[in-house]
């Protein structure tokens, strides 16, 4: 297929964390368009099996490349792990995909003062070791260390954060002996860049903290760059879908995106 630079990039999450992703790219790149897919029908896909997790991604994948998209960009970490070797694979005469991993992994590796690092992540992506062994394979003398931490997902889709529950809940994962002597956090999470400063405040020291929402959108732009894919102007709005609709979903869009946008309910799974 002959992609051109007026096609819109993709976006999907299990849910709607994703949307800092979405964000992130949007204001980097404002003349491109955005089309979200969050699977809230499925959420969080951090406690399902790999199995499932690669059909939801697939039937995603199809529903976006029927939207004519360039580009997938998997926001949610857990399905990075699982499925974006496979998503790639299957699509690489279609489209262009990124993984809400390998371009965090890119900037770690870069930052020579970076010899002990932590991962937080859902209990999927941690069980699934690819950061150790993506940071293995690109700098093996880099020492992982890695924690699950399923609490923090809920307590952010809550808006239960910036406040003495949080910091206690942050203080019982990041205060672990295992983390003493870190010279860096990744966050494993598109969740979790909206609790930043609250992690770097339990910390208390100087540990770099990488999010994955920057470098994302940056190794989008200059792969889309490299491609001649980037677009001249804005031609349409962007859109944003879900599978599974709930005021509660509208209302905390606001948390994930940082303005007010509209959800629309897309259920892909009825022929299924």
């Known amino acids: 297929m002959k992609l051109n630079k007026t ?15 979405a964000n992130a790219v949007s204001k980097l ?13 499925h959420l969080p896909y951090g406690d399902k099996s790999s199995r499932a997790i690669k059909q939801y991604s697939y039937m995603i994948a199809d529903f976006l ?7 997938i960009i998997i926001a949610c970490n857990t399905a990075s792990s699982i ?7 299957l699509y690489k005469d279609d489209l262009y995909i990124v993984d809400a991993i390998q371009p965090v992994i890119n900037g770690v590796c870069q930052d020579d003062s970076v010899r002990k690092i932590g991962i ?12 150790e062994k993506r940071f293995k394979a690109q700098k093996p003398d880099l020492e992982v260390v890695s924690l699950a931490t399923p609490l923090l997902v809920p307590m952010i889709e809550a808006g239960n954060f910036n406040d003495e529950m949080s910091e206690s809940i942050l203080k019982s994962y990041l205060l672990r002996k295992e983390f003493e002597d870190i010279d860096a956090l990744v966050l494993g999470c598109t969740h979790y860049p909206l609790i930043k400063k609250d992690i770097l405040k339990v910390l208390n020291r100087d540990v770099k903290v990488f ?18 894919l980037l677009a ?22 606001k948390i994930f995106y940082g303005e007010k946008i509209h959800l629309e309910l897309c259920n892909i799974w009825k022929n299924s």
């Open 211 to 228: 999010d994955n929402t920057d470098f994302v959108a940056r190794e989008v732009e200059l792969d889309l760059r490299r491609l001649y």
């Open 65 to 71: 490349l029927e939207k004519k998209c360039k580009a």
């Open 120 to 131: 937080i992540g859902t209990q999927v992506t941690i069980q699934s070791e690819v950061y």
């Open 232 to 253: 001249d102007k804005k031609n349409q709005a962007d859109e944003f879908y879900v599978s599974d609709y709930t005021d509660t979903f509208e209302k905390t869009t």
């Open 29 to 41: 790149l404002p003349n491109e368009q955005i089309i979200y897919f969050g699977d809230t029908a």
């Open 83 to 89: 499925a974006y070797t496979f998503l790639k694979e």
């Open 7 to 21: 096609q819109p990039i993709g976006v999907f999450d299990s849910g709607i964390g994703g949307l800092t992703v």
